[in-house]
């Protein structure tokens, strides 16, 4: 018997050290700096990480632990979030702008520790300050736990793919202008694949990415929508993808010809290099909804080239990429996802909600200030604003977890409302002007910890209808509704997919329409909730929730770092 609790005490004991030693602590450098970009056809300093534009991709695994020390060697400031990165108890290094911290300013540096939990697949990391991240991001690959496998094949290789979007004026200029006049932003002058527009648009063709296959094998495409403003269609010529995750995330297997991905989001897909050797275009463009929107009406591209002895045709085949405005293109790709749920990657949806949430989110207009000189570049003659529940987001001085943490009185209010003020018909077509004013707050909303939370999105036709790719930081959601129009909420919630609803942390609400999510609030701490229209969150569509303390020693916000940038 002795012998027996001997060695079964030694199979745990070596059990335990090969769980420790599987968790691995990464390090890097991130040093942001200002860096002279030729290579699309105009020459401009650009914001960096690491000289690299897209920046570095992060190699990690399933569990694993990443130190970053960033240094601010630029002329603005700059924060970093780790977009899906759920950060347990800690979120001192999520990284949105007065939220979780304020930025770290020129000269000075920040060390950021970010760890994994259940998060598999693809996330990516930007910078969350202003619009620096049209410029600071790159991808987050987090292979399987060391000793399991994927839930698919093994494919032969594994490409990040980085949608993005290009201006050729300083992207900081492009922000100041708009918010001076109170218009909608430039649109931007191109989109690009890995950093590079591809051969349709001027002096990019030698520099165009080009991924080389070989006939017979796959390729794990990790695709993130870094684009700035808008939802992209992409394909590739004669080719179908087989999306496999989401939001680092599994999904179950989904042959499709396109994908429909919104900024923020990743989606995971396999492409099996099955067709007559040649060459293929593989290209993005714009889904737009809102007809009254200025959208970049370009088309990038790149080139998928099979290995071998040939003459490519001419003219080698290009994709059909849905139409600009094609919303059931939008919603059939995005309402055919759904969770994987094998035993290694369970499904938890939460089934008895606790606290119910029914959140408008609209776009808005304001007076102009009282010393303009000539009218706002909004409509009617007045300035954008955007919303949720008409609570337009005003950022604080002190961000909004140093002033909870330290009971910093003033900051912040947390009276965020769970319903709009009034209840009308929100995707009318002729709202009256008079509801277009938001209130201009800095409110929160406090969820008590392990609380199951349900948010309706409802999107309105207030000023303009239009998609809205709500992002969730510190936790991820189950996508279990949507549908067209006004919310009923005695018939709709009878149709939620509660069985295998895919899990995101980002997910577009359709033009006027309702998008129901699910989660446990099981994560201490203060977490940003925001539209990825970068447009739309510069007016004021974003709120934060701050999760509680639960009882257990493991269920409380843990103390902030040393270094963490000062606000004053």
Request: with cysteine; net charge neutral.
């Amino acid at each position: 018997m002795k012998l027996f609790v001997l060695q079964l005490f030694g199979v745990l004991l070596l059990g335990a050290i090969l769980h420790t030693q599987a968790r691995t602590t990464h390090h890097h450098t991130f040093i942001v700096e200002e860096t002279p970009y030729t290579r699309l056809c105009s020459s401009k300093n650009i914001l960096t990480v690491n000289g690299s534009f897209p920046g570095p991709t992060l190699y990690m695994h399933k569990g694993d632990i990443l130190i970053v020390d960033v240094y601010n060697k630029g002329n603005q400031n700059i924060t970093i979030h780790w977009h899906g990165v759920k950060q347990p108890r800690y979120p001192w290094s999520d990284g949105p702008n007065y939220i979780t911290q304020c930025p770290i300013r020129p000269g000075q540096s920040f060390r950021q520790k970010i760890e994994l939990s259940d998060e598999e697949g693809t996330l990516w990391w930007h910078a969350h300050s202003d619009w620096t991240r049209a410029t600071v991001h790159g991808a987050i690959v987090i292979y399987p736990k060391k000793g399991t496998k994927y839930p698919f094949p093994k494919p032969h290789a594994e490409i990040p793919i980085i949608l993005a979007e290009w201006w050729k004026s300083q992207i900081q200029t492009v922000l100041n202008e708009f918010l001076t006049n109170g218009g909608d932003p430039n649109a931007s002058d191109a989109f690009l694949i890995n950093g590079q527009p591809g051969e349709f648009y001027p002096c990019s063709k030698k520099n165009t990415f080009r991924l080389a296959v070989e006939y017979g094998k796959t390729y794990l495409l990790r695709i993130v929508n870094a684009a700035m403003n808008n939802i992209l269609f992409f394909s590739i010529a004669n080719h179908q993808l087989t999306v496999v995750g989401t939001d680092g995330a599994y999904t179950k297997p989904l042959k499709s010809d396109y994908v429909a991905i919104s900024p923020g989001q990743t989606i995971d897909v396999l492409l099996h290099a099955n067709q007559p050797l040649n060459h293929y275009y593989m290209a993005a463009k714009a889904y737009n909804t809102a007809p009254q929107v200025h959208y970049d009406n370009t088309t990038t591209t790149a080139s998928l080239q099979y290995a071998g002895n040939y003459t490519p045709t001419s003219p080698v085949p290009f994709p059909a990429l849905p139409g600009v405005s094609n919303i059931t293109a939008s919603v059939n790709f995005t309402g055919s996802l759904r969770s994987l749920g094998d035993a290694a990657h369970p499904i938890n949806v939460p089934l008895d909600v606790s606290t119910n949430l029914f959140f408008t989110v609209s776009l808005n207009t304001l007076p102009c200030d009282d010393n303009a000189t000539s009218p706002c570049a909004g409509p009617r003659g007045r300035r954008f604003a955007a919303s949720v529940n008409n609570n337009s987001f005003v950022a604080p001085a002190v961000d909004v977890l140093e002033a909870y943490y330290h009971h910093i009185h003033g900051i912040y209010s947390d009276h965020f409302p769970s319903f709009p003020p009034l209840f009308f018909n929100f995707t009318a077509s002729n709202i009256s002007a008079v509801l277009q004013t938001p209130n201009r707050k800095t409110e929160v909303r406090v969820l008590e910890y392990g609380s199951t939370v349900e948010i309706v999105f409802q999107g309105t036709n207030l000023v303009a209808g239009i998609d809205h790719p709500m992002h969730l930081h510190g936790h991820s959601f189950y996508v279990v509704g949507w549908g067209f129009g006004n919310f009923d909420k005695n018939k709709d919630p009878l149709n939620y997919n509660l069985v295998d609803p895919p899990l995101q942390n980002t997910i577009a609400v359709p033009k006027n329409s309702w998008t129901t999510i699910r989660f446990k609030a099981n994560n201490p701490g203060v977490w940003l909730m925001h539209c990825h229209l970068d447009r739309h969150l510069s007016w004021g569509m974003d709120m934060s929730f701050i999760v509680k303390d639960g009882k257990g020693s493991n269920e409380k916000l843990l103390p902030p770092p040393p270094d963490m940038p000062k606000c004053y």
